[in-house]
C-alpha cells in the first residue's frame, strides 16, 4: 500500500504576528512527527498517511536570527529596534540573520519530505526554483549564488550580486518547516540595519525596486503557489 500523500493544505493567513505564526508551525510540525511514531508500530497496510501543510503570511517588522547565526549581525540594540516598530527572535532553523515585513511574501511549507521523495538538499532547490520561475513570469532574471541559499540577481557580479529571497529551514525526521522570505514591496531600508544572512557587503532587493512599480501582491501569490505545486508535483487543497 502507498501511503505516501501528495496533498498539500494551503491558507494564507494574511497579517500575522511572528511568535503566533511560529507557535502554529509547531504544532503543525508536531502533529506529522507524532503520526509518524505511531506508524512505526502500526503494518504497512495500516499506515497512516501524513499531512502536508504550506502558509503564506505577511509578519509586522521582525529580525529572526538562525541556530547558526550571530547576534553581531543585528546592528540595532533593543531601545532602537523598538523605535523601528520591530521585534527580535533568536530560532530554531538554518542560517543567520533576516528580515520579514510588510510587502514580503513569507512561505512555511510544513510538508513530510518522504511523500515527495525529496532529500534536504533537493527540497531546497526546489524552493529557489519556484522563486526563479515566478521571478521569470515578470522578466526578472534570477538565479542561484553558489555557497549560499535562496534566490538572487546578479550573482555572477560581486559588486551587484543582490538577494530577493532567503530562504532558512529546520527539519526532524524528514519533515520540514520554517521556509522562504520573498520580497515583493517590501521596504528594504529594514534591511540596512543588519547584515542579511550574514553577508557585510550584499544588498537586498525586491520585485519592486527591480521593476520600478507597486506589485499586485495576490497575483505573485497566485503565480507561486502554481510554480510550487508543478515543481513540487502536488495537489494544492484550499485549507
Known amino acids: 500500500m502507498n501511503n505516501k500523500n501528495r496533498e498539500v493544505l494551503f491558507r494564507n493567513i494574511g497579517y500575522k504576528d511572528y511568535k503566533e505564526t511560529w507557535d502554529f508551525q509547531e504544532e503543525l510540525f508536531n502533529d506529522i512527527l507524532k503520526t509518524k511514531t ?20 505577511e509578519h509586522p517588522h521582525v529580525y529572526t536570527l538562525g541556530k ?13 529596534l523598538k523605535a523601528k516598530n520591530a521585534s527580535f ?8 540573520i533576516t528580515y ?4 514580503q511574501i513569507v512561505g512555511y511549507p510544513v510538508f513530510d519530505l518522504e ?30 549564488y553558489e555557497g549560499a541559499t535562496g534566490v538572487w540577481l546578479d550573482p555572477e557580479n560581486p559588486h551587484y550580486a543582490r538577494k530577493i529571497c532567503a530562504i532558512g529551514i529546520r527539519t526532524s525526521r524528514w519533515v520540514s518547516m520554517h521556509g522562504f522570505a520573498f520580497n515583493i514591496n517590501t521596504q528594504l ?15 537586498a532587493t525586491s520585485m519592486q525596486k527591480e521593476l520600478g ?27
Open 38 to 57: 505511531e506508524n512505526r508500530s502500526l503494518s504497512e497496510e495500516s499506515k497512516k498517511p501524513t499531512s502536508n501543510y504550506l502558509l503564506f503570511v
Open 68 to 80: 547558526s547565526g550571530s547576534d553581531n549581525n543585528l546592528l540595532l540594540n533593543m531601545i532602537e
Open 89 to 96: 527572535y533568536k530560532i530554531d532553523r538554518g542560517g543567520d
Open 100 to 103: 520579514h515585513g510588510p510587502g
Open 115 to 144: 511523500n515527495f521523495s525529496l532529500g534536504l538538499h533537493k527540497y531546497v532547490y526546489n524552493l529557489e526554483e519556484a522563486i526563479i520561475r515566478t521571478l521569470k513570469d515578470y522578466n526578472i532574471d534570477a538565479k542561484r
Open 189 to 203: 531600508e529594514y534591511f540596512d540595519y543588519i547584515n542579511p544572512c550574514g553577508f557585510t557587503d550584499k544588498k
Open 213 to 239: 512599480r507597486e506589485v499586485d501582491m495576490d497575483e505573485v501569490r497566485d503565480k507561486l503557489k502554481a510554480n510550487l505545486a508543478n515543481i513540487f508535483d502536488f495537489k494544492l487543497v484550499d485549507w
